[in-house]
């Protein structure tokens, strides 16, 4: 989720990106998590293949369109599109400035929300450093609290910006959708398998009111990738056997504790080393490189199995979550794709994907493909502004009169990560049909309402927080 432009160097600023989020409050009528339907039938993986493929088709290159064009054909009636953030950490600040920088549309941004205060004010000082004239935020459409997010929705914004961390993803989309706002959120959608059905409840309901969903999995909008999986797809290395993707870095942020907050304040303060507002590493960054396969294969695993654990990073201040993950996932066809992510400082580094086929392999993240005698068959050219043209793309198909909605695709990707996360928990071999059914949820986060509420989880008498151990506990992680 960092704002940089190359995965290799996202980890450098991660440590200063997304330490702020929004907030949440009881929903006061059924929601569309409990409409969601719970049979396997679906939630299955191939339910939703097609319609993956038909979303990646409505996000292709629309054309250039001039700005004449663009002030006059968007939907709104309306020189300018206005947007309402709800997250001012690094990466909601980030992804507001990408769309200021689109060439079809004039974009402004009307409203901020966030759950700290001295976020929200970092955030619009460096907006208005970077780009006075597309900040109008007046002071009465900046919102701090846990009802932030709702006050932003009920704004006159056309466009909300999710970038809050994903524990939080669900109910602020499932609210933004109700509200008929087109959306762009950042990945993970979710942290849990009940996270995962109401996202996709949500995106049903997008569809039917003809609203744009657009995700932050960038590298589907990236054209040197486009052109790699394509030439992949079309059969340039024959049958594709196996792949490995990797997110392997030092790690990230830790932000201390302090005497005067509360353990609520310190956690969401402190949110990456915690499962509920975080899902664990290798949902949160390794995601990328997870949904990569998932969209070389168009299809999603039907199976997982792994191990991981707390090697390096086991320190209290570290919270939850493992320090590396490594997973075998097995799809339909029996395609292998084997995961490995690890934060631990003086290792190998690797941000990247390969696959291997029976005529040669890939480097897919680097675009360069080769026979069986390592020679180069295949080398992209294109551009890698993925971060600017996912904005981009979304501008044009609000132009065009186009509604893409990447919601299924995202969600599943997701849960292909958050499938991992349980395997390497639990020690068990995993089925996608039974784990996406769990009615495990990590958090009630549409209950918090102040500091003060106690957090979701907490820790023993020493300050340590609960570790999955494999094969103990299991009835905390699944109930399938």
Known sequence: MSHSHHDDTKQNQSSTELQSLHSTEPRKSQGLSEQMPDSHNECSRRSFVQATAAAMGATSVIGSANLSLARSAHAFGSDTVRIGLIGAGGRGTGAVIDAFKNPTASVQLSAVGDCFGDRLEASLETLNRQRPDQVQVPDSQKFVGFDAYKRVIDTDCDFVILTT???????HFEAAIQAGKHV??????????????????????????GLIVQVGLQRRHEFAYRETIQQLQDGIIGDLICSRVYWNNPGVWVNPRRPEQTELEYQMRNWYYFNWICGDHICEQHIHNIDVINWLMNDYPKSAQGQGGRLVRSGKEYGQIYDHHSVEYTYENGHKMFSMCRHMPDTWNQVAEFVHGSEGWADISRGRIYDKDGETIFQTQAARRGYVAEHEHMFEALIEGNRPNETEYAAKSTFTSILGRLATYTGKYLNWDEAINSNISLADVDALKSMDDQAPVLPDEEGRYPIPLPGKNLESIIDF
């Open 165 to 171: 961390p994903p524990g939080f993803r669900p109910l």
């Open 184 to 209: 762009f959120m950042e990945k993970p959608v979710a942290v849990d398998a009940p996270g995962v059905r109401r996202v996709l409840a949500a995106g049903e309901l997008a569809t039917q009111k």
